[in-house]
C-alpha cells in the first residue's frame, strides 16, 4: 500500500530556509521517480523537482539554484531543501510518486500523492 506523508513545512521570512521531508512507503526509490509540486491559492499545480532513479534530477527554473532534492533510500525519505525562499515560494507542498523512470515535474505523470504541508514566505 503507497502511503505518503510531507512534513516540515511552515512559515519563514523572505531569504530563510526550511526542509521538507515526505516518508515514503509501497515504493523503492530505486524504480521509482519522486517529485515536489505546490500550489498556490487560485493556481495550478506545478512541479518544482523530481528526482529519479536516484539520480537524475529535474528542477522547475523558477528554483534552480535555490532548491535541492534528495532521497535516503535506506529510509525511503525523500527531501526537498529549500534556501534563499521568497514570498512567490507560498504554496501547500506535495510529495508524489511514479513507478518507473520519467524525469520529468509534469504532475499528470505521477501516480500518488501526498496530502501536502503548507510553506509561507513573508517578505
Known amino acids: 500500500q503507497v502511503q505518503l506523508v510531507e512534513s516540515g513545512g511552515g512559515s519563514v521570512q523572505a531569504g530563510g530556509s526550511l526542509r521538507l521531508s515526505c516518508a515514503a512507503s509501497g515504493y523503492t526509490f530505486s524504480s521509482a521517480s519522486m517529485g515536489w509540486f505546490r500550489q498556490a491559492p487560485g493556481k495550478e499545480r506545478e512541479g518544482v523537482a523530481s528526482?529519479?532513479?536516484?539520480?537524475?534530477?529535474t528542477y522547475a527554473d523558477s528554483v534552480k539554484g535555490r532548491f535541492t532534492i534528495s532521497q535516503d533510500n535506506a529510509k525511503n525519505t525523500l527531501y526537498l531543501q529549500m534556501n534563499s525562499l521568497k514570498p512567490e515560494d507560498t504554496a501547500m507542498y506535495y510529495c508524489?510518486?511514479?513507478?518507473?523512470?520519467?524525469?520529468?515535474?509534469?504532475?499528470?505523470?505521477?501516480?500518488?500523492w501526498g496530502q501536502g504541508t503548507q510553506v509561507t514566505v513573508s517578505s
Open positions: 528526482i529519479t532513479g536516484g539520480y537524475s534530477l
Open positions: 508524489a510518486g511514479r513507478r518507473g523512470w520519467m524525469s520529468t515535474i509534469n504532475p499528470a505523470y505521477f501516480s500518488d
